[in-house]
Every structure is written in structure tokens, then in C-alpha cells.
């Protein structure tokens, strides 16, 4: 959808001057994409203000601007405001950071309404879920920090559409590092997937918060979720009921691994589960997988975390925990699969990361 611009009249030499301006950053983005430099070069960065103090006024038109192919690091630097638009960043468009030049993550949102059963204006039909991402990142090397992201599709006031899943971050990448993000929803908030069944994702989110209440973090990646806030959210009527993880796991993948972490929330006691597995379209060859592990449970997770789902049994896939803590953890039964210490030293976070060491660029 076509995002909301402010517009302002602009007198022509200052028109000349930031055409000038934007066509000497894309040269540098292409010079740096195509290795004609030496050396390390300086990652580009793309302003974005609403208020018309940037080179762009919206994000997208920020990432339109990045040549196809590029593979250096280009840095979307946005200023504080509510950004209301999708933002895609396609699998040409390598190596992009969206980052909020807030002193806060809370002053940098971006935000839409998608949702699964959302009709596109052009009558093809609705989004789907994958399609009703606000921003959806399908290059390798993605990074975000110090935003936030949400979707706020009202639950309630749709309770007549098919559909009803709502997400705001959907990565389809590998080497995908979020740091210190906010993101926020409903039904299916973060989906963390690969480009494909057969291609590696991982993805590493630290110092972060993922809001939600149904399957809100799901997918196929093989991701890291360190030091950071699950909260979980009451339902559009104000129940309490709820699943956390919903990995989609191939068999020879590593899955979620919810690490160093806190689950919290303003909900009622024993009223979600930890997870469930996701056998995408059906696909028995998937063996979905995850582990909290050193992580502090609050009082609403259920004894029994692990639940089935669409007529797969969780005790036929891969799921654990290892030394948690808080009023929600329990000790190791047939319904709470507890890792070995040995067991535990195979599912570290250098072991979904396979080599790569995220780092800010």
C-alpha cells in the first residue's frame, strides 16, 4: 500500500541540491556494491524524516533507492515519528540496517494494519500471512536496532474475516541481527522463516521485546532470541490464552533457541504454553524445535508447557528446557522435557549460529 507523504513545496535550487545530493549517495552505495573502492568502505547511510528533514520521507522509498545488487552496508538511519507504511526490502537489496536515531527505541515506530485476510487493493485477493508483514526482510545481512515495530490490526473489530494473523516482522534471510527492537502484536507477531525449506536463516535478536499472545514467534529459522522481554498479551476479549513459539523446523535444522530471556505479562496464571510445533502445510518430513533454556517464567506458563498442534504431537519433535527459573518452571516430567547438562552444551547460541558472529554495521 502506498504509504501517507507530507508533502512541501521546495524552492528549485534546494530541489537541484538534494537531486544532486541523492544521486552522489547512490553512486556510493553502487561504487562500494560493486567493489570498486579498496579497503573496508564506510557503510552509506539513507536519512529518513517524516518532517521532510531527510533525504526520504518514508523508509521504502529509502530502500527504493538502494541499487539492485547491492551488497555493501547500507544504514537507513530514521528519525523519531510514526512511520505508517509496509516496508519490503527484497532479496537483491543485501546487507540493509534500519536503524532509529531516537535516544529510544519506543520514538522510532513503524506500523500497519495487514492482515492475513486483508483484500489487496488491487482485487488479487487477501495478503495471506506471510504478506501482512509491516516490514518484511528477504535479504541476507538485515539488521535493525533501537525501533520499534508493530502491527495493530484490530482483533476485535474483525471478527467477521477469515484470517485473522497479523504480523509485523517477517525475516526470509540469513545473518538477520536485531538489536534492541521492540515488536509488537497479536496472532503471529515475529516470523522468522528462510528464503526457502532448503536454505540456511539464522537469526540473532538480543537486547529485545516480542509482544503477542498466539504462535508469536514462528517460522523455520534457526534463531537466537538472548536477553530479552517475551510479554505476553491478553486476547481481543480480554482472555488469557496463548502460545509462544510455533517453530516450523526442518529435520536437519537447529530451531528457537529462547536464551538469557524473561517471559512476563499482564495475564492470568497458567494460560499459555511455551509452544507448539508447526508443520507447515502439513509437511511431516518438518521436525520443529525449540528450547528455553536459563530463562525466567512467570507464574503464566502452563505446567504442562509443550502442546499439539493440527494433529502432530509435540512429543514427536524437538522440545526442551534447561535450567529455567520463576514461578512458571518446573522440574523434569514426561510433559517437561528437561535437557542433560550434556545434552545442554550442544545447544548453545554458538551452536544455531554456525560460525557467524553478529556484529553492528
Do not use: C
Not at 100 to 125: E, F, H, L, M
Not at 311 to 337: C, I, L, M, Q, V
Amino acid at each position: 500500500m502506498a504509504a501517507n507523504r507530507r508533502r512541501t513545496a521546495a524552492h528549485p535550487g534546494r530541489r537541484r541540491a538534494l537531486a544532486a545530493g541523492a544521486t552522489a549517495l547512490l553512486a556510493a552505495v553502487s561504487v562500494q556494491a560493486h567493489g570498486a573502492a579498496s579497503g573496508a568502505a564506510a557503510a552509506t547511510t539513507l536519512t529518513v524524516a517524516k518532517d521532510g528533514t531527510g533525504q526520504y520521507t518514508t523508509v521504502q522509498s529509502a530502500v527504493n533507492a538502494i541499487p539492485a545488487g547491492n551488497t555493501a552496508r547500507v544504514v537507513i538511519s530514521v528519525k523519531p515519528g510514526t512511520y505508517r507504511e509496509t516496508v519490503k526490502i527484497p532479496s537483491t537489496k543485501q546487507n540493509v540496517t534500519l536503524q532509529g536515531s531516537g535516544s529510544s527505541r519506543n520514538d522510532t515506530v513503524i506500523v500497519y494494519n495487514n492482515a492475513s485476510g486483508t483484500q489487496k487493493p488491487d482485487g488479487s485477493g487477501p495478503y495471506g500471512t506471510g504478506g501482512s508483514a509491516t516490514v518484511a526482510a528477504e535479504a541476507n545481512g538485515f539488521q535493525a536496532r533501537n525501533l520499534t515495530i508493530s502491527n495493530d490490526f484490530d482483533e476485535a473489530a474483525n471478527q467477521n474475516m477469515s484470517g485473522l494473523q497479523a504480523v509485523a516482522l517477517r525475516t526470509a534471510a540469513d545473518k538477520v541481527f536485531l538489536d534492541s527492537v521492540i515488536v509488537t502484536g497479536d496472532q503471529d507477531t515475529l516470523l522468522l522463516d528462510t528464503a526457502s525449506k532448503a536454505t540456511l536463516g539464522r537469526v540473532y535478536m538480543t537486547d529485545s521485546y516480542v509482544v503477542g499472545n498466539v504462535d508469536f514467534i514462528f517460522g523455520r529459522a534457526s534463531a537466537v532470541i538472548d536477553k530479552s522481554v517475551i510479554t505476553l498479551k491478553k486476547r481481543w476479549d480480554g482472555s488469557s490464552a496463548g502460545y509462544i513459539a510455533a517453530p516450523s523446523t526442518a529435520a536437519d535444522r537447529k530451531g528457537f533457541l529462547i536464551n538469557n530471556s524473561t517471559v512476563n505479562g499482564d495475564v492470568s496464571a497458567a494460560t499459555f504454553y511455551l509452544g507448539r510445533p508447526w508443520h507447515a502445510g502439513g509437511d511431516a518430513s518438518l521436525d520443529p524445535m525449540a528450547t528455553f533454556r536459563n530463562t525466567t517464567l512467570s507464574a503464566a506458563i502452563k505446567s504442562a508447557p509443550w502442546t499439539d498442534m493440527s494433529g502432530f504431537s509435540w512429543k514427536d519433535d524437538r522440545f526442551a528446557e534447561y535450567k529455567n527459573t520463576g514461578p512458571g518452571a518446573g522440574s523434569a516430567s514426561s510433559s517437561r522435557p528437561q535437557l542433560s547438562d550434556s545434552q545442554a552444551t550442544a545447544q548453545e547460541t554458538a551452536d544455531w549460529l554456525a560460525g557467524w558472529t553478529p556484529s553492528a554495521s
